[in-house]
């Protein structure tokens, strides 16, 4: 018999009958989970819903210990303002952006590259820190004048050391100042006593009222985009 035959023939026997069987035992199987679509894995850069849990927490406090970001800012995230580094528990920035200043900061802080500090490790740091619950008393910030700020923001020289949108400079190892990151009482402490290179810029030469005018004018600098999100560096 040929080939051709034979699969005529299995056709020919499979009747109308065990075609019923064969229905019923799919129909049955669902229910009972013998039967399940595949699952497929979700993708993402980072899930910011839910806690971390304690091992979790615990795993990623080791990595903050290991590369030394608690003795820049803090055992609990809060910055440090004698080393003019910012809160970062809880993170006031989404996970991209969180990401992409730790790869490329401006300042006296380090870039941690994805050979140093894996994507994973990054994750469950930014999970950890988003566990971190705010100040229970957050502090009163002076209202400030945002266009007298920006005058003398220019009248202080600021700009030559952190830009003219306070977005920082490698060359000058000035960190990124607008938006600020540091509540207004760190930010003041840090400009009157600052550490590395930066001048102290004392009471005397700036007042608090000033300083709550600069804080006011760098407050309404936006975040800079992605630059995956920007057309022109797509081509």
Request: glycine content about 8%; hydrophobic content about 35%.
């Amino acid at each position: 018999m040929s080939r051709c035959e034979r699969l005529v023939d299995w056709k020919m026997s499979f009747s109308g009958a065990h075609f019923r069987v064969l229905v019923a035992l799919l129909v049955f199987s669902i229910p009972f989970g013998l039967y399940a679509p595949a699952q497929t894995k979700e993708k993402g850069p980072a899930r910011n819903a839910g806690s971390p849990g304690a091992a979790g927490n615990q795993s990623a406090r080791q990595i903050l210990e290991s590369h030394r970001c608690l003795a820049c800012h803090g055992t609990q995230g809060q910055g440090l303002a004698q080393m003019g580094s910012p809160r970062i528990g809880p993170p006031s920035l989404g996970f991209p952006d969180f990401a992409k200043f730790v790869r490329h900061p401006t300042g006296a802080m380090p870039p941690f590259s994805p050979e140093y500090l894996s994507d994973s490790d990054l994750n469950r740091i930014y999970r950890y820190l988003k566990s971190i619950p705010p100040p229970s008393h957050p502090e009163h910030v002076p209202a400030g004048n945002a266009k007298n700020g920006a005058l003398i923001y220019s009248r202080f020289g600021c700009y030559e050391c952190h830009g003219r949108e306070g977005q920082g400079a490698l060359q000058t190892s000035a960190q990124r100042l607008g938006p600020p990151t540091q509540p207004f009482s760190a930010f003041a402490k840090y400009v009157h006593h600052p550490s590395g290179s930066m001048p102290p810029y004392t009471i005397k030469v700036v007042s608090d009222s000033q300083l709550a005018d600069i804080y006011a004018f760098l407050k309404s600098i936006p975040m800079p985009p992605l630059a995956d999100s920007i057309p022109l560096l797509k081509e």
